[in-house]
């Protein structure tokens, strides 16, 4: 199934050594010169603006170059994708992600993904 990595913002705050961090960093200020250049969060608009036109069979990856859960909007991206019937999967250390944002997704995943399966780790409690 092919995919697309969502990156909800630039600069992760984590830092981990062996990320490419700063070749995004300078990628992004060097081919963004559209009107929204600088901003730092993808937002809610140009996240649907996006999923509106991805083909129907593209699994929409929470992953890419930044832990998803540090967009504050990510809670609200991943609504958005459960309701139009997409396929997501979700790669987290869960960083940025508040209590009310678990239960959130949490409950729409009981709610609009009933068959969720998860890897079984520490995190498993989630579900
Ligand atoms: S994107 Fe992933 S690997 Fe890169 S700094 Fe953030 S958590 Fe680390």
Redesign the pocket.
Same mark, same amino acid.
């Given at each position: 199934m092919p995919r697309l990595q969502i990156t909800t913002m630039i600069g #992760?705050h984590? /830092? #981990?050594t062996? #990320?490419p961090?700063d070749n995004l960093k300078e990628s992004y200020g060097a081919h963004n010169d559209r009107k929204d250049r600088g901003k730092k969060y993808l937002s809610i608009e140009n996240f649907r603006r996006v999923i509106d036109k991805l083909p129907k069979h593209v699994r929409i990856d929470f992953s890419g /170059?930044?832990?998803p859960w540090a967009n504050p909007d990510c809670t609200q991206m991943l609504r958005y994708a459960l309701e139009q019937n997409r396929h997501v999967a979700i790669y987290t250390?869960l960083?940025g992600m508040t209590e009310k944002d678990a239960d959130g997704v949490v409950t729409l995943l009981r709610r609009l993904r009933p068959q969720a399966h998860h890897r079984k780790s520490s995190h498993a409690r989630l579900l």
């Open positions: #992760c984590l /830092m #981990c062996f #990320c961090q /170059m930044s832990e250390t960083y």
